[in-house]
């Protein structure tokens, strides 16, 4: 059962430009999110998170959305930098569970 | 280095082997998690310790895996009678409670 979504496998965008990745969930039960990162060869690194009690939070070049109504949140990259090339996973959490999409991967093209 | 820390890094086995992952989590952290990931999937949660209780695991552990955390500190997963389907990254990740996960760099199984 795939209870967090991210529907493009893949985002190609130009260097200082904006990079939106999108995430769909199913569980009315997860009240916290996040995006991370991963390079390859590597374990995830968080990047940067929300609680359901918001519907921004924003971290340098990075801002999280959430729409609670829609069970969607995204991520907006601006600018995009060719160092963001990587995939990024969302996370859904809630009850002691955490759920990851499949993940993004996002080349940023100088 | 305080951060997750995982050995070994890669782990090549002949099919029918039995394998054992080490996790260290950051010092602090009460909270450890396995997860698994195969290509083009984002990681899947294979079980969850608070301290040295494991509190959940999921149906993707099957009789061959089992995991420990006989102290609260370091975690082991072990996987008996290895099969070619056990091939994938092995991520482990710790958070204090309710905080954020932190993951390490993960073990790349690969069974031939």
């Known amino acids: 059962d795939q209870q967090v979504k991210q529907n493009s496998p893949s985002l190609s965008v130009q260097e200082g430009r904006i990079s939106i990745l999108n995430c769909d969930y199913t569980?009315?039960?997860?009240?916290?999110f996040l995006w991370y990162k991963k390079y390859p060869a590597e374990g995830p690194t968080f990047l940067i998170s929300?609680?359901?009690?918001?519907d921004k939070n924003e971290d340098g070049r990075f801002t999280v959305f959430l729409n609670k109504s829609a069970k969607h949140l995204s991520l907006h990259i601006v600018p995009s930098q060719p160092g963001d090339s990587a995939v990024y996973f969302c996370?859904?959490?809630?009850?002691?569970?955490?759920?990851f999409g499949a993940g993004t991967r996002l080349t940023v093209k100088p | 280095d305080t951060g997750v820390s995982q050995d070994p890094r890669h782990k090549i086995t002949k099919r029918g082997q039995n394998v054992t992952f080490r996790c260290d989590p950051i010092?602090?952290?009460?909270?450890l998690y396995w997860y698994r990931q195969t290509l083009g999937q984002g990681p899947e949660f294979l079980t969850y310790f608070q301290n040295e209780a494991q509190l959940e695991k999921s149906r993707l552990l099957s009789d061959r895996f089992s995991a420990e955390r006989p102290k609260g500190s370091f975690s082991t997963l072990e996987i008996q009678r290895t099969e070619q389907g056990d091939s994938a990254m092995y991520l482990c990740?710790?958070?204090?409670?309710?905080?954020?996960?932190?993951f390490g760099q993960g073990t790349r199984l690969t069974v031939v």
């Open positions: 990740a710790s958070s204090g409670y309710r905080g954020l996960p932190f």
């Open positions: 569980n009315s039960m997860f009240d916290y």
């Open positions: 996370a859904a959490s809630g009850n002691n569970d955490m759920r």
């Open positions: 010092s602090e952290h009460n909270r």
């Open positions: 929300i609680s359901s009690i918001k």
